[in-house]
């Protein structure tokens, strides 16, 4: 149960009996208490982890050893606890310090004094995977409750559920705030960093249908769009999951996203003007430029090209998938190749069968109804590259046309022949891999199309479902992406991954094999995960529903976790022994993938971003890619 003895939005404020002038700003390696503001702010350090923004942090000691002694740390000298320990209070360098947080005869209780500035609260929290017994717990908060000057508004923040289970059982006189509480008081959510100089366009998603939105806006929007093309940043008054396509194909572009309560009304005075928008780890910032000084900005920051493979048509017969790996991408295609080298893997490693359609198949559909020259012509016609409504509608009419031409006879019956050999009576999930996507820089995530389809079921006819993911390859919103990061569009190509179809899975989600809000070298292990029920989408959620957003610290004893939203539809989507499950699945995946992939900047780890369902009752994996890292 939640107890908070006074409202959230208090100010921060001096010592009840008045500044003491003994207070200074000078900062200590450590300090027994804190009477003023200005010594808060001398100990304190923006904290590593950057899940709950706008905060500033106090590592805290209680050492039981020397007759519970309170250390509150110079936490920008010694980030960590263990830095403090040995420098300060003599704990050996080559002794194992992790049994400080695991063991019941520790010698010091650790945690932090955080002030998170958007709800404007001051907390102790430990660490999620500290197992710090009830008693502990409750001396700690007593000792620093005693030696702060804001004692009448400290509240300690449980950080996982094994700490919330013992919540029911803390004496009255220790105030408890959770994760939603605080959360529910953040107005500023970022989620990929970094600057940009653009024209602020401020829009509804749902006027998206009908509006472009070019590479040089930013688009303010009310909530998180389905579809959106590129764009130089996007800002949400509706708070995204990090997870979501949006936020993906940001990271992967480099350019600023973030969530902003009231942002249509805050950027209202900015449309149509050109701005600089800064998106940093805890603040963002917005200024007016001149177009002259935002095409200079531009002039310095095109985004790189994008290294895509070279096409292989060599490969002329459809494959079972226990013959590809990464080495055939150029013949399988991105999702193909990943899904083939997951195979491999085995272990906690679910994977159902599946086939692959070579890229050569859809390269001998486009020459034989004269696509390949079409597409040429329109490359080069000057309304389709001057004018964005005329290249959406050039690219509608190409994909419907696409879908009204017949696969070559041959080619069909040697598709439906495999697929009655293989999966006799299934029905299977047609999805994309192109050339250009789940690649180590550039992963093309929701880009393209996936449709059901069986042999001999009118309804899902395994033709239109291949000529579906083909045409995809002319998605607007495709074409943009492909454009901006420099790929030519006449160099890629579609080839076809067929497994079968999960039908009415129990939960779907999506999880990185690293914790995306610190993911530093030293930084605490976990895997950030987005769980759903059934098939309701975690990337593409409709208005309003939320998925379970959390951090699993699967290495640690006990495996906690950390919930920062949970299903608006049920929750938690997985029990405890189905997301152990998934743990296990994410770390042999990441293992695996260290070997092929160097992790991208900022990261110790590689991260993979992988797809999954609970089916029957089982973890099934459904793709893995590598995950494009954070703007930092």
Not at 160 to 177: D, F, G, H, K, T
Not at 236 to 259: A, D, I, K, W, Y
Not at 443 to 451: E, M, P, R, T, V
């Amino acid at each position: 149960m939640t107890r908070l003895w006074l409202p959230l939005l208090l100010a921060l404020a001096a010592c009840s009996d008045g500044p003491d002038p003994a207070c200074d700003d000078a900062p200590l390696p450590s300090r027994a208490e804190l009477r003023c503001e200005a010594e808060f702010l001398a100990q304190a350090a923006r904290p590593r982890d950057e899940a709950l923004p706008g905060a500033r942090t106090i590592k805290t000691v209680l050492d039981q050893a020397s007759d519970d002694a309170l250390y509150f740390v110079d936490t920008n000298a010694y980030p960590l606890h263990i830095n403090f320990a040995i420098d300060q209070l003599g704990w050996p360098p080559a002794a194992s310090f992790a049994e400080q947080y695991f063991s019941p005869q520790r010698r010091f209780l650790l945690g932090a004094v955080t002030h998170y500035e958007g709800p404007d609260v001051m907390v102790w929290e430990i660490g999620p995977y500290d197992t710090m017994s009830l008693d502990g717990i409750v001396k700690s908060y007593d000792a620093i409750h005693a030696a702060v000057y804001f004692r009448d508004r400290l509240y300690f923040h449980p950080t996982s559920e094994a700490q919330e289970a013992l919540v029911a059982e803390l004496p009255e006189r220790v105030a408890v705030i959770t994760t939603d509480e605080l959360w529910a008081g953040i107005d500023y959510q970022p989620l990929n960093l970094g600057e940009t100089y653009a024209q602020v366009h401020v829009l509804t998603a749902d006027e998206l249908a009908t509006t472009y939105v070019g590479p040089r806006e930013i688009a303010v929007l009310d909530r998180v769009p389905n579809d959106l093309s590129v764009v130089a940043a996007v800002v949400t008054e509706e708070f995204q999951t990090p997870l979501s396509h949006v936020n993906v194909l940001s990271q992967q572009r480099g350019t600023p996203n973030m969530g902003l309560r009231g942002a249509q009304a805050t950027f209202a005075p900015y449309d149509g003007r050109w701005v600089r928008l800064r998106v940093g780890a805890f603040e963002w910032e917005v200024e007016e430029v001149t177009a002259d000084e935002a095409e200079a900005w531009f002039d310095d920051h095109r985004p790189p090209v994008a290294e895509v493979p070279e096409p292989d048509y060599t490969v002329d017969a459809i494959l079972d998938i226990d013959l590809v790996d990464l080495d055939d991408l150029p013949a399988v295609g991105g999702k193909a190749a990943h899904y083939g080298e997951l195979r491999d893997i085995g272990g906690a490693v679910r994977i159902r069968d599946a086939i692959v359609i070579p890229v050569r198949f859809y390269r001998d559909f486009l020459v034989e109804h004269g696509f390949d020259v079409r597409i040429a012509a329109m490359l080069q016609d000057e309304a389709f590259r001057g004018d964005g409504l005329v290249r959406q509608q050039m690219l509608a009419d190409l994909r419907a046309d696409m879908l009204a031409a017949p696969i070559a006879p041959s080619t069909l019956a040697a598709v439906e022949a495999f697929l009655e050999s293989s999966f006799p009576a299934t029905r299977m999930k047609f999805r994309s891999s192109t050339t250009a996507e789940d690649l180590l820089r550039h992963s093309g995530a929701g880009l393209y199309d996936s449709k059901s389809g069986q042999v001999g079921d009118p309804e899902r006819p395994v033709d239109v479902a291949i000529k579906t993911v083909w045409a995809s390859v002319w998605n607007f919103r495709a074409f943009e992406e492909r454009s901006y990061v420099g790929i030519d569009h006449l160099g890629i190509a579609m080839a076809v991954l067929a497994n079968p179809s999960f039908g009415a899975e129990d939960a779907n989600g999506v999880a990185i094999t690293a914790n995306i809000y610190e993911p530093v070298l030293g930084g605490v292990e976990a895997f950030f995960i987005n769980a759903q029920v059934g098939e309701e989408s975690v990337v593409e959620p409709e208005p309003g529903v939320t998925c379970d957003s959390l951090l699993y610290h699967y290495l640690y004893p006990n495996q906690p976790a950390t919930y920062y939203a949970h299903s608006s539809i049920a929750s938690p989507v997985l029990t405890r022994e189905q997301l152990f499950e998934l743990g296990r699945a994410l770390w042999q995946i990441r293992e695996h993938f260290a070997s092929i992939y160097d992790p991208p900047e900022g990261y110790a780890r590689m991260p993979m971003d992988v797809e999954w369902k609970l089916d029957g009752g089982e973890i099934w994996v459904k793709q893995a890619r590598p995950y494009p890292g954070r703007g930092r």
